[in-house]
Structures are given as C-alpha cells and as structure tokens.
C-alpha cells in the first residue's frame, strides 16, 4: 500500500506538468497580445466618450476582459484533456499505482493556477482606470468564476468526451447563469402578469432552473471599478465557489471512475 506522501507529490507534478504545458503552448505571449489590443480597444472607446471617459473605459476592458479570460480558461481545459486521451497519455497516468482522483486533483490544481494567472493578468490594465482596492476585488471574483468555469469544463468533458460539445455546453451553461437573473426579473414583472397558467409554469421553472445554477450575476461587476465595493461581497461568491467547484468535481470524479482507459 502506498503512503499518501507519494500521492502529494504526484498531485503536484501534474499540476506542475499543466502550467509547462500552458507555457509551451504560448499562452502568456497570447495574454500579453490580448491585452495589449483590449486595451487599445478602451482607449478608442475612450476617445468617442464625451463624458466619465475613465469609467467607460474601464467599463468595456473590463467587460472583455471577462468574456476572455473564460474562453481562454475553457479552451485550455477542454483541449489539453482532449489531448490527453487522443494521445493515450491519460493512460499512462492512471495506470500508475494511485486513485483517480489523484490525476484529477492534479489536474485541477495546475488550471486553478492558471485561472489565477490569466485572472491577475485580466486586472493589470485595470490600475489604470480604477483604484487598486477595486481591481484587486475584481480580480479575486474573476479567479473565483474561472474556477466554476474549471471544474464545469471537466465535467463535461468527462461526459460528452468532445471538444465541440463540451465547449458548446460550457457556453450555453455560462450563458444561462449570467443572464439568469435578468430572465427571473422580466418573468417576475408586473407589466406581463397575465396568470395564465403556461405564464405560471414559465415562472415556476425559471426558478427552479435558477436554484441549481450559480448567480453569476454576482460576480466579477464591472460596477465595483466604478462605483467601489466591499469585502461583504465577496461572501456569497466565495461560498458559491466551493459549493459548485465541489459539486461539479465530484460529479466529474463519478464520470471519470466509470470509464474504461
């Protein structure tokens, strides 16, 4: 029986593993390419602005910036996974004398560490167009979605198996929640309250739809570089955090169990 000690570093050269293979596939000189032409995009955005110029800035990079950092994140996972199980070297990893979960810890761990890099990264042209306090509390939210994004993109491609369906469900998913909360106030409105019953029905499962998605609507505002906020904030997106990493994980881990390498 092995000791857990061998698993611990096992874990950490997955991880490890995840990172250097980001960095050959020249994701940080991507970022930098990205960045560099979102920012340029918010200083013409900046020119055409008559008034608050500095807050329609920050506004639009930082919108983009978002939008970004999830497909760069989702794109990573899906296809270095993908690539692993093309190449058989996901075989090779189970096949050594450890759980499963070990490779998916692993796994993981090292993307967790790339959406903290490419979360920070999405910040830095932020300090121009708001205080650090904002763009700090902007960043940590960002790193907090992409970890959502993370264990959502494992999972599924652990069940659907391919790069186009597990990107297609990864965007209809994140879609769904962030525009979720716009859904249940239109629904919610008085102005279309007939009390028909398929308006009742359409409430109803609005609802219940909205119970097991993340309000994404919470995180990452780009109001906070405008108008500020506060650690009180960050409470219900941290606990929204480890409840879906958490979830999604062990529903990725079932799926992952029950294949056959």
């Not at 796994?107 to 763009?135: D, E, R, S, T």
């Not at 409430?203 to 405008?226: C, E, I, N, S």
Request: aromatic share 12%.
């Amino acid at each position: 029986m092995i000791k857990n000690k061998p698993f611990r570093h096992l874990v950490i050269t997955i991880a490890r593993f995840v990172v250097i293979e980001a960095v050959r596939n020249r994701l940080f000189g991507l970022m930098l390419i990205g960045v560099v032409g979102i920012f340029g995009l918010g200083e013409f955005a900046g020119g055409l602005a008559i008034t608050e110029t500095a807050e329609v800035q920050g506004s639009l990079v930082a919108f983009v910036m978002r939008l970004a950092a999830v497909f760069i994140i989702s794109l990573l996972v899906i296809t270095g996974v993908v690539r692993e199980f093309n190449e058989k070297s996901i075989e090779m990893i189970l096949a050594l004398p450890a759980p499963r979960y070990v490779y998916y810890i692993g796994k993981l761990g090292g993307y967790l560490m790339l959406a903290l890099i490419v979360a920070g990264v999405a910040g830095l042209p932020l300090f121009l167009y708001a205080g650090p306090g904002q763009v700090l509390l902007w960043s940590f939210s960002l790193f907090c979605e992409l970890a959502i994004i993370t264990a959502l993109c494992f999972f599924f491609l652990f069940t659907l198996g391919q790069v186009t369906a597990a990107l297609s469900a990864v965007a209809a998913f994140y879609l769904l929640a962030r525009s979720m909360g716009s859904m249940q106030l239109i629904s919610h409105s008085p102005i279309l309250d007939t009390g028909t019953t398929a308006q009742e029905i359409m409430r109803t499962g609005l609802d219940l739809v909205a119970v097991l998605l993340p309000d994404l609507d919470v995180f990452t505002q780009t109001g906070w570089l405008v108008y500020g906020g506060g650690m009180q904030d960050l409470v219900p997106i941290v606990v929204q955090t480890v409840i879906y990493v958490g979830l999604l994980s062990a529903a990725a881990l079932f799926d992952l169990y029950r294949r056959n390498f």
